[in-house]
């Protein structure tokens, strides 16, 4: 049960029940978001919540056969392999490869399918290493990734340049391929695997266990590095205004506004917070801290949605560790 509430997305009423709109990654933190969001709002339309049982998209014969099944007129794209800093450096052939095999096989079948509108999604850690802050979105290709990262974000770029181009060769330049850029998500369902997940739920899980085995709760690196966190529930809000009112090709970065930027370290005492956590957060500093900030700009979805609230971060924090707390036996960790 959510204390947590929000209006309705201005364009909805643009569904009808004849709409089907396919979630690739439908299972994921980002598309669990999503469907938090049509159940409450009680959207129109049938929309249908792919996971990898219901096709491996790295595959084509099988992603044909998800879009022959589904029939969707609208698609939004989230299935990816992804994961934090250290998996990222660990698996970078297989972040390129499944990404781009993903990615070029869901686009193929959108195009084949006559979908009317298909919304990707990149990450603001695909940008350039070096650029100026805020980022905003006309600099995604202006120079290489973070090398942290690198296979995972030159297989998000070429998702935005192929969608591009599917515009141009099929459709006059109709923007019916378009992406959005979020920040880094959290949430109910996240993957709180320490190692292999994001560093929000893995703090969360950290925490958990020093609670539970009355031992230290460690930060790996200096706890210094800021970050802008978005809750899955606002990015599906987000996503899904901007599949029914966004025109343009251009990926749209979907994220809290700059001055909302935390430090790794506040975050980790606001967990503790909500945990009632009492004794010293330590900080393994020999640990790699990743890109020491990468302040991006929503200005551009502001001023196209000036009304937009976003959930504070403590209430989402609140609701996350308690869902966690709720569910540890069967969550993915
Ligand atoms: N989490 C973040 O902080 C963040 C930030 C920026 C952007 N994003 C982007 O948001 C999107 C969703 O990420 P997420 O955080 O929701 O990830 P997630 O929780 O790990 O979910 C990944 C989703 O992709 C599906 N998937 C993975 N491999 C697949 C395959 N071979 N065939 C079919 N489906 C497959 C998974 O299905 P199963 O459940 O069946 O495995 C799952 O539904 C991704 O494109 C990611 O790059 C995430």
Redesign the pocket.
Known sequence: MTNITYDTIPGSEKLDDNDVILV??????????IEEVVQTLKLKGKFY???????????LD?CEKLFEKVKPTYVL???????GLFRNMKYKVDFWL??VN?NNNVLRCCHKHNVKKTV??????IFPDKVSYPIHEDVLHNGPPHFSNDA?AYA?RMLDMTSRWFNQQYYEGEARFTSV??????GK???FNIQDG?V?PGLMHKIYLAQKNGTDYVVYGTGKPLRQF?Y?VD?ARMILWTLLNYTEEEPLIISVPEEDEVSIADVAKTIAEEFKFEKEIKFDTEKADGQYKKTASNDKFKKLYPDFKFTPFKDAIAETVQWFQANYETV?K
């Open positions: 690739t990654g439908g299972t994921g933190l980002f598309g669990k978001g919540f792919a996971g990898s049982k219901d096709g491996n998209l790295k595959n099988e794209h989230l299935a990816a392999f992804v994961g499944d990404n993903m990707s999604c990149l990450s603001t850690c995972y998000k850029i979020p920040t880094n998500l959290y369902y996240d993957n994001h929000l978005c899955n990015a993915r």
